[in-house]
């Protein structure tokens, strides 16, 4: 694949996107006691061509059914990532009112531009042993995160991937960007935004080193094997215990896509998590990746001839679905790294880089 990161090597390098976040944690928090969960919007000003796939056993989700590309609705105004489980969906209340206030939304009567309905799917993880189980996003954490939306945004242990586990080690928020090269998709951005919470494993226990870098290969990301006493306390860290958990996340581009190709983006991110996490869409994850596109970037529709029966756009939609895999593959290495210990569970930099 002929492909560079973008600027920003983020979410944000897709024209049309912002990310915010808000979050509650007391830095004293442990498993069962203080503030420690939060959440992410994907806010895409004017709406975004939007789907949806579900791949884990156990997912918490909004708005996944309108998003099917057979159904009226084609485009969403916001993603809502959270923590808080089932609770946290109340989040997207907030993004909805704070959308509202700004006049973003499907328009229901042209004489009144006030009058809108936003449209805004989400999905949680679990994270409600991490702080008191009690102390969950709200709709004034979404109202909060919207509102925070800008093309710069933080990674690691912030939003909703504040109480994420990935494995025994701290999960967290991550993300990366690929501007396609020579080829059918020449000049398109993919990107994607990760929440990695899952049960199964981000490292590999061998060499200590993520999962994720099998693509690009650890010098990518400036990693080496760990010594041998390092993988030794990382190995010994207890598995993680809860049956409930999930990663979610956002892939999105610039193309112009419809709704259908949305959707096979959205299907091949998948790839990304199972090779960055093992095992990926277990009975006891709810893994959820959504796919925006923008239609800010150049259209390649027609640019090569196929058969009648084949999309115009097949050749494009080939490349960047491969993109997204390798953009997810990348954000969830991003998320191990950029994470710090909540909690006292323990960081990738705290085991292996410090």
Partial sequence: MNANAGQRNSLTDVGGLL??????????ATLGSG??????????????TASVDVRGGGPGTRETDLLDPA????????????????????????????????REGLPMDPTDPSQVVPIVPGAVIFDLPVGAWGFRPTAD?????????????????????????AGSLKG???????VLGAGAAEGVTVAALIVANPVGSVFDPRTGLPWGV??????????????????????????????LNTTIGVVATDAPLDPGACHRMATTAHDGLAR????????????????????????????????SAFPSDLLALDEI????????????????????????????ADLFLS
Avoid at 143 to 153: L, Q, S
Avoid at 279 to 294: Q, R, V, Y
């Fill in 71 to 102: 159904n009226t609705v084609r485009a969403a105004n916001a993603i809502l990532l959270t923590g808080g489980s089932a609770y946290g969906l109340a989040a997207a209340d907030g993004v909805m009112r704070w959308l509202e206030e700004h």
């Fill in 276 to 307: 960055a996490i093992r095992p990926a869409h277990s009975p006891l994850d709810g893994d959820t990746i959504f796919a925006l596109a923008t239609g800010t970037g150049p259209d390649h529709a027609g640019d090569t001839a196929l058969p």
């Fill in 35 to 48: 503030a420690a969960t939060g959440c992410t919007v994907v806010f895409a000003p004017g709406g975004a």
């Fill in 141 to 165: 954490f979404g109202y909060r995160a919207a509102a925070d939306a800008a093309v710069a945004f933080e990674r690691g242990s912030v939003g909703a991937g504040v109480g994420a586990r």
């Fill in 172 to 178: 967290g928020v991550g993300t990366a960007s690929i």
């Fill in 321 to 348: 679905c491969t993109a997204a895999a390798v953009c997810v593959e990348r954000a969830v290495v991003d998320a191990i790294l950029s994470a710090r210990s909540v909690a006292g569970i323990p960081a990738y």
């Fill in 19 to 28: 990310v915010g976040h808000h979050h509650g944690l007391d830095q004293d």
């Fill in 214 to 243: 099998g693509t690009d290969g650890p010098e990518h990301f400036g990693l080496r094997p760990a010594t041998e006493q390092r993988l030794t306390a990382a190995n010994a860290l207890p598995v993680k215990g809860t049956v």
